[in-house]
Nanobody, 115 residues
């Protein structure tokens, strides 16, 4: 079965960096687009970064220039490098993919940006 397992979250000071990882299993990882979403308390979940099977990337305006999404098909893993973090980046970050008509989500990893 499809599984997505995020890791790498934590507490970081403003201006700091974190790298999130999402380990995928149960499907042919290299064939599929992968996404990172986040959800802050009291807010809707938002898409922050995507990478397709050709490693073409896209970003939300709120993270463009600060976050970098990448993938390692040999390790079935997608990453989110987050630099110049701001308090407003505080959220639970989720890995996601869509296979045919079904969407799959990880359990999420908490990122807290605070001094």
């Amino acid at each position: 079965q499809v599984q997505l397992v995020e890791s790498g979250g934590g507490l970081v000071q403003p201006g700091g960096s974190l790298r999130l990882s999402c380990a995928a299993s149960g499907f042919t990882f290299r064939w599929y687009n992968m996404n990172w979403h986040r959800q802050a308390p009291g807010k809707e979940r938002e898409l922050v970064a995507s990478i397709d099977s050709s490693s073409i990337t896209s970003y939300s305006d709120s993270v463009k220039g600060r976050f970098t999404i990448s993938r390692d098909n040999a390790k079935n893993t997608v990453y989110l490098q987050m630099n110049s973090l701001k308090p407003e980046d505080t959220a639970v970050y989720y890995c996601n993919t869509r296979i045919k008509w079904d969407g799959y989500w990880g359990q999420g990893t908490q990122v807290t940006v605070s001094s």
